[in-house]
């Protein structure tokens, strides 16, 4: 049974920075994505690293936002500078599209 477990999520003020970690129970050679669900809407997909570390972002995230990955650790990261309070949600790291993780919630407001 694979685990992921995010962390590092809380509450922000706009402007601020968060770095969310997931530690993966194993190797993590696979396509490592982080999704986002707000209150009352759909989760939506925010950024992808693949095993050769090419990365791809939603667009409302481009520049604010930076996912990395150590593959010694098993752990991806997530990187949120420039926070607004539409990036409230929890975030949830997804591995090879098949395993997910638990949530961690960030909260952007004054």
């Known amino acids: 049974q694979v685990q992921l477990v995010e962390s590092g999520g809380g509450l922000v003020q706009p402007g601020g920075s968060l770095r969310l970690s997931c530690e993966v129970s194993?190797?993590?050679?696979?396509?490592m994505r982080w999704y986002r669900q707000a209150p009352g809407k759909e989760r939506e997909w925010v950024a992808t690293?693949?095993?050769?570390?090419?990365?791809n972002y939603l667009d409302s995230v481009k520049g604010r936002f930076t996912i990395s990955r150590d593959n010694v650790k098993n752990t991806i990261y997530l990187q949120m500078n420039g926070l607004k309070p539409e990036d409230t949600a929890v975030y949830y790291c997804n591995m090879g599209s098949t395993f997910w993780g638990q949530g961690t919630q960030v909260t952007v407001s004054s």
């Open positions: 690293i693949t095993s050769a570390g090419a990365t």
């Open positions: 194993r190797n993590i050679y696979d396509v």
